[in-house]
Antibody, heavy 124, light 107 residues
Framework: QVQVAQSGPEVKNPGASVRVSCTTS????????INWVRQAPGQGLEWMGW????????KYPQKFQGRVTMTTQASISTAYLELRNLRTDDTAVYYC?????????????????WGPGTVVTVSS | DIQMTQSPSSLSASVGDTVTITCRAS??????LNWYQKKPGRAPKLLIY???NLQSGVPARFSGSGSGTDFSLTINNLQPEDYATYYC?????????FGGGTKVEIK
């Protein structure tokens, strides 16, 4: 069956960078695209961006432009999220999630399969 | 950016009740509207996609309706496992945006 695992919790100082990994199994990695979503304590869900697993195109909200990079390594069915210049308000649970439709675009889709989340704490 | 406004922000209901949550988009999103269930400490779960389509494995007591700017999620015969926070999401255009959430609590 389809499974998604994420890397473990991280504690970072303000100004540092963090990289979260998302390893999938049970399906053809390149057939479904990946999104990243985060949830800060007591807050709602926030979309951080999308990466095409077959051509590596990305789409990031303006809020994260210049601070975020999403990549993939198809040989190990893994996607990565890197967030730089961390601030205390980046403290959140970070989720990777797979699109519902294969070979879809960034829009007109739904987030069908979710990883368990990675807690990132930014504190001095 | 398209703003998604959910109401109410919270509600109390009893087991067996019917609950309706509404979601309004700041401009038309056609039927590109999804609903998710979120429980503390767990990942979100897709319930409804394309405004009205029930995700595989989701109980039929969940249903979605609407198009354009106004949408709703209805839960019939509320069950104990349905107590959670529900989020709508538009995927018509980027940035993809979520509503603020509706917390369904036990009455």
């Amino acid at each position: 069956q389809v499974q998604v695992a994420q890397s473990g919790p991280e504690v970072k100082n303000p100004g540092a960078s963090v990289r979260v990994s998302c390893t999938t199994s049970g399906y053809t990695f390149n057939s479904f695209n990946i999104n990243w979503v985060r949830q800060a304590p007591g807050q709602g869900l926030e979309w951080m961006g999308w990466i095409s697993t077959y051509n590596h195109n990305t789409k990031y909200p303006q809020k994260f432009q210049g601070r975020v990079t999403m990549t993939t390594q198809a040989s190990i069915s893994t996607a990565y999220l890197e967030l730089r210049n961390l601030r205390t308000d980046d403290t959140a649970v970070y989720y990777c999630t797979r699109d519902r439709s294969y070979y879809g675009s960034v829009t007109k889709n739904a987030f069908e399969v979710w990883g368990p989340g990675t807690v990132v704490t930014v504190s001095s | 950016d398209i703003q998604m406004t959910q109401s109410p922000s919270s509600l109390s209901a009893s087991v067996g009740d019917t609950v309706t949550i509404t979601c309004r988009a700041s401009e038309t999103i056609f039927s590109y509207l999804n609903w998710y269930q979120k429980k503390p400490g767990r990942a979100p779960k897709l319930l409804i996609y394309g405004a009205v389509n029930l995700q595989s494995g989701v109980p039929a007591r969940f249903s979605g309706s609407g198009s354009g700017t106004d949408f709703s999620l209805t839960i019939n015969n509320l069950q104990p496992e349905d107590y959670a926070t529900y989020y709508c999401q538009q995927t018509d255009s980027t940035p993809l945006t979520f509503g603020g959430g509706t917390k369904v609590e036990i009455k």
